[in-house]
């Protein structure tokens, strides 16, 4: 994989930001995922590269572009696999809160897990405590584990949970252990990066989300030098067919890093649509706009952290093709 992707993906990332914040706080979180849809769309057919998409916006009949199987770039360079999710957070953006990102996560051709679109169980942490972690253990255990790892007492542990009922049962057993919890109404992409970066306060991300989401958590976490564990699951009865289709006959089986994302190498970026602990959102004054984002690859283990200033009249459709 060319590291020159890595720059131009910050060029997709930060043109969904710009389209999509552009419907902060008015309630309207289709129109922002289909500007962010849009966005990221247009700006991928300049970059050379030979894309399929493993983890989109739907099957083909349920999105009209960045479906699943669609091929992207310009159709030269290195074959990859794309996984997207052009507006991590459409609620967030329609109420104006934090943590609303635009991610890319690409990685070496036949790389990346087809996760299906249902809900998996995760635990994903940072460097300091990876090999610490089970998912197939008690909560208190894990907690245990990466308070040793990180030199803390368990009280000092913060836990990011999606705020759902169906966290209740660990939402009170996190509490009985002592450490603390950091609800989310969405986005736990970032709740997953959080936990690599120390000035987020974030030690560990539980609990239940979506599935496609663990596997662009995964190809963050993998350049990041985290970790993350999952475990599918299935709502209904079509959902499990599902599953056994895809070769998993066991319900309960983990998925490690690996499983993840299989290659050695990796590139993940996201830009900021609304403030969050690591990100700023983007920011609009008269003709210009500034972005923040964060792109990294597995390969080099680099971190980069741009700020972005857009020319919103040079640059109107957010894309230049020379």
């Given amino acids: 994989m060319e590291r020159s992707l890595t720059m131009e993906l910050v060029r997709v990332t930060e043109a969904a930001a710009l389209k999509s914040a552009r419907w902060m706080g008015r309630g ?5 995922d289909d500007a ?32 699943i199987g669609e091929k992207l770039g310009t159709g030269d360079g290195p074959g990859v696999d794309v996984a997207v999710d052009p507006l991590e957070g459409t609620s967030i953006v329609a109420q104006g809160t934090w943590n609303a990102l635009s991610v890319i996560a690409i990685a070496d051709e036949k790389t990346l897990l087809h996760a299906p679109d249902m809900y998996m169980d995760k ?21 245990r584990a990466v308070a ?23 939402v009170e057993e996190i509490r009985e252990a002592g450490a603390r919890i950091k609800l989310i109404p969405n986005g736990d992409v970032a709740g997953a990066i959080n936990t690599a970066f120390e000035e987020t306060g974030v030690d560990i991300l539980m609990g239940i989300g979506g599935a ?22 299935p709502s209904n009865e079509e959902e499990e067919a599902r599953c056994k289709s895809m070769g998993i006959t066991d319900i309960n089986t983990v998925f490690y ?7 050695d190498d990796a590139i993940f970026a996201a830009t900021g649509v609304t403030d969050g602990e690591l990100l700023k959102g983007v920011q609009f004054k008269g003709v210009k706009a500034t972005t923040q984002t964060v792109v990294m690859r597995a390969k080099s283990g680099t971190v980069r952290f741009i700020d972005g200033e857009h020319s919103l009249q040079k640059k109107p459709d957010l894309v230049m093709k020379s």
């Fill in 123 to 143: 635990i994903a942490v940072g460097p300091e405590a990876v090999g610490k972690i089970d998912i197939n253990a008690p909560t208190i255990d894990n907690l």
């Fill in 257 to 263: 890093m690996d499983d993840f994302c299989s290659g």
């Fill in 36 to 67: 962010a849809t849009s966005a990221m769309r247009t700006v991928f057919d300049t970059i050379p590269m030979k894309g399929t998409v493993v983890i989109g916006e739907g099957e083909m009949d349920e999105a009209p572009m960045l479906y």
């Fill in 212 to 233: 496609p989401e663990g596997v662009i958590s995964a190809v963050a976490l993998k350049c990041l030098g985290g970790e993350i564990q999952g475990r599918l699951v």
């Fill in 148 to 170: 040793e790892a990180k030199n803390k007492n368990i009280e000092d542990i913060v836990v990011t949970v999606l705020d759902r009922p169906r966290h209740d049962k660990l």
């Fill in 28 to 32: 309207k979180k289709e129109e922002a």
